[in-house]
């Protein structure tokens, strides 16, 4: 297994702090800064499906060869069928992909599986959870967008927080090991009901980067997630 692959599931809160707020001309530095983390998240976006055009394959396999944490891949691209197998390629972690956009879910699923990487489908706060509910004996993680995807900063959107209590119960009631992480708005404020709706993995853009000391940011969001989550 190459660093910055993951074991396997794991349990307790997961604090993966999203580059997107980060510093793009220090790069390298900014993942030093979150070393305290658990993965670091990185948004990938094409312009098409989202408004916002950011980092792409030849970033991430750089920042996968530098970084000690596992690469959470978010994919808000157009065709993922196409383009996210490079990311599991490139020695990401997880790669994510959005129901929105997938031609062919379960296969792709399936072939992120094959070359090493933990995949996930993602969902948009509109997107009801039954378009994912035939995919969770496919992924391991499945990604609530708790703000509409394609830029950091926005509020976070508490109608989003009973569709995490529905992917709870229903990975839940089905037995399966899966990650369900939220990601928009994350921070000191809403994390607490994020866990306590059943989230296991916390994208915090925002309120790590933005803080004066992301290290100690990133144990209080830890600390306040773990105060509210149950292990499964
Ligand atoms: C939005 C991205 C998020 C974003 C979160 O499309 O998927 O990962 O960076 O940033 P904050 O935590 O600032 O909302
Ligand atoms: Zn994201």
Request: a negative charge; hydrophobic letters at 45%.
């Amino acid at each position: 297994m190459s660093p910055g692959r993951l074991a396997c599931p794991s349990v307790g809160p997961l604090i993966a702090p999203s580059l997107l707020s980060s510093d793009f001309a220090n790069l390298q530095a900014e993942v030093e800064r979150i070393t305290g983390a658990d993965w670091v998240h990185v948004d990938v976006m094409d312009n098409h499906f989202v408004p916002n055009l950011t980092i792409g394959l030849p970033v991430v396999e750089a920042l996968a060869k530098r970084s000690s944490l596992p690469l959470d891949c978010h994919l808000m691209i157009e065709e993922p069928d196409r383009w996210a197998p490079d990311y599991a390629e490139a020695g990401a972690g997880t790669v994510t992909f959005h129901v929105e956009a997938a031609a062919a879910p379960v296969r792709l699923a399936r072939e992120l599986r094959r070359l090493g990487a933990h995949p996930g489908i993602a969902m948009n706060p509109t997107t009801p959870v039954d378009e994912v509910e035939n995919m969770l004996g496919e992924v391991d993680l499945v990604l609530v967008m708790t703000v509409e995807p394609g830029f950091g900063g926005q509020p976070f959107l508490e109608l989003c927080l009973p569709k995490v209590h529905r992917v709870r119960e229903l990975v839940s009631r089905a037995g399966l090991q899966v990650w369900v992480e939220v990601d928009g708005g994350v921070s000191e404020e809403t994390i607490e009901r994020c866990a306590e709706a059943g989230a296991d993995v916390f994208v915090a853009g925002t309120a790590v980067f933005g803080a004066e000391d992301a290290a100690t940011a990133i144990a209080e969001l830890r600390t306040l997630a773990g105060r509210s989550h149950s292990p499964r």
